[in-house]
């Protein structure tokens, strides 16, 4: 698979010159075919946000839903055609705050999804605003004396909650996101990735050089099977730890749950309706 | 007598539950007709809910204020009930539980007492229902078949005392009725009742079986919460997911998600959850995922009457969420409706790409009667969406407004949708004119439904002067009512699709001298959707909104109150 088969002819990309979405973009392509997925099993569900515009700019099935939304319809999407590989993606916004909850109880399920999430301290498409992950002190056109809530922490959320993949990536390392990415997309269950990316139009702080400065790799032996560990790595904050946090193989997915699912992988558009086994349970109320 | 009322009351937690579902099969078995329903507060322990249960040997199917026989369970059930007491009513309790000053005949019976000699207070209940057994006459066996039947799961031990203490309540009531006197004769049933006994949430959950409903994920909210738990108990035989989302909004974007993958989802809620949906209904107005929404309706604004009934959400069905897009909404009047119109939801919502809502309420949700048969024939299933070929367009614009829908992993084609306006391709568009073909597209579906509407039905002569109007759960209410009143010159019209209404409406207003609106809501919510449908006003409205459904008896009232006592 080559990631040319993910382009698409003419397109007019809604995202300022330099921001981040774009190497994040060319690295989804890049993992995607290197992983041979084709865009016939594909499926991208984002919610709204300038990250949310990604299926935008990708040959793929899609689900551009609702703002915060994107999880809940790809759980689904999963649910009910488990031979497709579904992917949750948005900003940090849309992930953290609108869809925050989905967020927390996704990882409670741990459907058979990725969810990557562009983050870059800030709200794009409404222009400025404070996100979920903005550091305190942030100045926008509403937090004028600076952000006082503490910023969410969506890495010690997870492991909190035994998520069972849980890593930190960054948008100009293309190499190691990729990595990262394919172990992620591999994975089966709910598996976070957390995309630090500049936005260059509303946040003059947290810029590409920033992120250079203050993250750092964890390092080879580092052991992510280690939740007491990862949690550690997680509440640092002077440098941002980037790689995989944690990872738990004991879970098992969301879909094994169900007796569709984990017989045959039979998708729900194939099933028939029993009506033998209907009549018998209209039998039962006589 | 034509029928017999029962009314048990006593406090959540006493087990009021168990004698309903052990002698409503007595009863049954015995050969009877009959129709039960409660109304309960909404707590788990103390206060009084009460539970009637009609039996004929005639088909009935509506509650009555009316209570032959008043089984109390605690000293507050007298009170709770007092207005529905009369002259005639046998009240049967522990002595400190009959105490009224109304002139009833009271008979004071040791139930826990006799239980308690059984073994335990606990078995109370089954000691009931064998008084009431013996009341009606019913053969001894019975009463002992079906008990054994009923605790089947129990241990052996509980299995014979509450045998034992079904045949203690029956024998020594015996002696009390020929010592008191006391004659409900009922005329005796020739067999066995094999009528099929379901409540309103069964029948809706049989109707998304037969839907092929295949994914159902909800957030538990009385009293709609009966549907998911009927599909949840019957996921494993139908290949069924049913999933508890964390909120609303989790479980109606879940089930548009799996629309769009190929499956066959719907929600079950009530106001204040639907009223979290609404976003992602206008999300399926966008994209045109078919959907299925069962909204049982009890009093609000915001919590209301948790657990009693209304039909209040009419209009926030209807008018709920942003943007222009067509919806249907049924509004089933029978339990026949419930499984029927549910099963049609989920075609016509699959045929048409839009939400499909089945508007029931408390009253329909927790009321049991037996129904003939649900004929399996009747069933038209088969499946919508296509195979789609490489340059498959989601949002092809063809005539008619429905662009053949595909889903991922089937076929060559991509399936794009977005919540933006979007291309034929679904992609983002700010393009005005493309803006304008798509609103239209998704406009023109309104003709196309506009085909398919269910005609009201009309009860009694054709040259009516007096034409009585209803919609979803009030239909037995209003025919056991006009069969009392029985004046030829009153007909019944019914209303079970209550959005878009049917073409004829306004000619069977115009037909008649004085039509009259009966619905369970303060401001006549269906008054005005017809008189903007149609520019006919219903000034004679009968409306309810206390919480509980109308009795046959109100109903009567109300109605000589408007056209005359003298007819």
Redesign the interface.
């Known amino acids: 698979m080559n990631a040319d088969s993910f382009n698409l002819n003419s397109i007019d990309i809604a995202w300022c010159p330099g921001c981040g979405n774009y190497s994040i973009l060319k690295i989804m392509k890049q993992t995607l075919s290197e992983l041979n997925i084709s865009p016939t099993e594909l499926v991208l569900v984002s919610g709204i946000g300038q990250a949310a515009k990604i299926p935008q700019y990708f040959k793929t099935n899609y689900f551009n839903g609702l703002h915060g939304r994107a999880i809940p319809p790809a759980t689904a999407i999963k649910l009910s055609n488990p031979n497709l590989t579904v992917i949750a993606e948005s900003g940090d916004g849309d992930m953290y705050g609108e869809g925050g909850n989905h967020f927390i109880h996704a990882i409670r399920r741990n459907p058979d999804i990725t969810n990557i999430i562009h983050n870059n301290m800030v709200y794009g498409l409404t222009k400025g605003q404070a996100s979920p992950t903005s550091k305190i002190g942030f100045k926008t056109p509403v937090q004028i004396n600076g952000v006082v809530l503490e910023p969410f922490n969506p890495i010690s959320t997870a492991i909190a909650l035994d998520a069972s993949f849980v890593a930190r990536a960054f948008s100009g390392d293309i190499k190691e996101t990729k990595n990262i990415l394919k172990k992620a997309i591999k994975h089966k269950g709910f598996s976070i990735v957390d995309i630090l990316q500049p936005c260059v139009s509303f946040n003059n702080i947290n810029t590409y050089d920033w992120f250079k400065e203050n993250t750092y790799y964890l390092n080879s032996k580092y052991d992510s099977s280690n939740r007491i560990e990862g949690f550690k790595k997680s509440i640092e904050n002077k440098k941002l730890p980037l790689g995989i946090f944690y990872i738990n193989k004991k879970r098992k997915s969301f879909e094994q749950n169900f007796k569709i699912n984990q017989d045959k992988k039979i998708p729900l558009f194939k099933n028939e309706l029993k009506i033998s086994s209907l009549s018998k349970l209209i039998k039962s109320k006589r | 007598m034509e029928d017999l009322s029962i009314v048990l009351c006593g406090e959540a937690g006493q087990g009021i539950q168990t004698v309903e579902k052990l002698f409503t099969r007595i009863i049954k078995k015995a050969g009877f007709n009959l129709f039960s329903t409660k109304e309960y507060m909404s707590r788990v322990r103390g206060g009084s809910n009460s539970t009637e249960i009609r039996i004929s040997t005639k088909s009935v199917s509506a509650y009555i204020d009316r209570i032959d026989i008043l089984i109390t369970l605690n000293g507050d059930a007298i009170q709770h009930i007092q207005k529905r007491i009369l002259k005639n009513t046998l009240i049967i309790g522990e002595e400190k539980n009959i105490k009224t000053k109304k002139n009833s005949k009271k008979i004071a019976f040791p139930i826990a007492k006799t239980a308690e000699e059984i073994g335990s207070k606990i078995y109370s209940n089954t000691v009931a229902v064998g008084i009431l057994s013996s009341i009606l006459g019913i053969n001894k066996k019975i009463l002992k078949d079906v008990t054994k039947e009923y605790f089947q799961n129990k241990k052996r031990d509980i299995i014979n005392k509450n045998i034992k203490a079904a045949e203690k309540g029956y024998d020594l009531f015996k002696d009390l009725i020929e010592k008191e006197k006391i004659n409900f004769k009922l005329n005796k049933p020739k067999s066995e009742n ?5 409540n309103g949430a ?1 029948s809706i959950g ?1 109707g998304a ?2 839907g ?1 409903c ?2 159902i ?1 909800s957030y538990p909210m009385s009293p709609s919460t009966g549907v998911l738990t009927f599909l949840s108990k ?1 996921s ?4 069924i ?1 049913a ?1 508890q ?3 609303e ?3 109606i ?6 629309w ?6 719907m929600v079950t809620t009530s106001g204040g959850g639907y009223a979290l949906m609404t ?2 209904i206008s ?1 399926a107005g966008m ?1 045109e995922s078919p959907v299925v929404i069962h909204l049982a309706q009890r009093p609000a604004p915001a919590t209301g009457l948790p657990t009693r009934t209304e039909q209040g959400d009419l209009e926030h069905a209807l008018y709920s969420s942003h943007g222009e897009f067509p919806k249907i909404l049924f509004a089933p009047a029978t339990l026949e409706d419930g499984f029927y119109l549910t099963q049609k939801a989920f075609d016509i919502a699959d045929k048409y790409q839009i939400p499909v809502y089945i508007l029931t309420d408390q009253y329909f949700i927790d009321s049991f009667y037996g129904i003939k048969d ?1 004929d ?1 024939n009747k ?1 038209r ?1 088969k ?1 919508h ?1 296509i195979k789609t070929t490489k340059n498959y367009k989601r949002y092809k614009l063809i005539k008619n407004g429905i662009s053949p829908r595909g ?4 076929g ?9 306006e979007h291309d034929e391709s ?3 568009t700010e393009d005005m004119e493309i803006r304008n073909k798509m609103v239209e597209k998704r406009l023109k579906k309104f003709s196309e439904i506009q085909k398919e509407i269910i005609p009201p039905e009309l009860i009694g002569k054709k040259d009516y002067k007096y034409l009585i109007i209803g919609w979803g759960s009030n239909y037995h209410l209003i025919k056991e009512a006009i069969v009392n009143i029985d004046d030829e010159k009153i007909a019944h019209l019914h209303f079970r699709q209550v959005f878009p209404i049917h073409e004829d409406t306004l000619k069977f207003l115009k037909k008649a001298d004085k039509a009259i609106m009966i619905e369970n809501n303060a401001t006549s919510q269906f008054s005005k959707l017809i008189r903007q449908q149609t520019g006919y006003e219903i000034k004679n409205r009968i409306l309810q909104y206390n919480g509980l459904p109308f009795s046959v008896e109100t109903l009567i009232k109300e109605i000589k109150k408007i056209i005359g006592d003298k007819l």
Request: aromatic content about 8%; overall charge negative; some cysteine.
């Open positions: 094999d009528n099929i006994l379901l069964e049989l079986i037969a092929g295949n994914f994920s019957n494993q035989d139908f290949n997911i999933e989302a964390e909120d909004i989790s479980a974007n879940m089930v548009i998600g799996a769009y993958a190929g499956a066959r989802g976003e992602g999300l994209i649900l399996l069933i299933k499946n969406f889903i991922p992993g089937y060559s084609g991509l399936i794009c949708v977005d919540s933006d679904g992609r983002i």
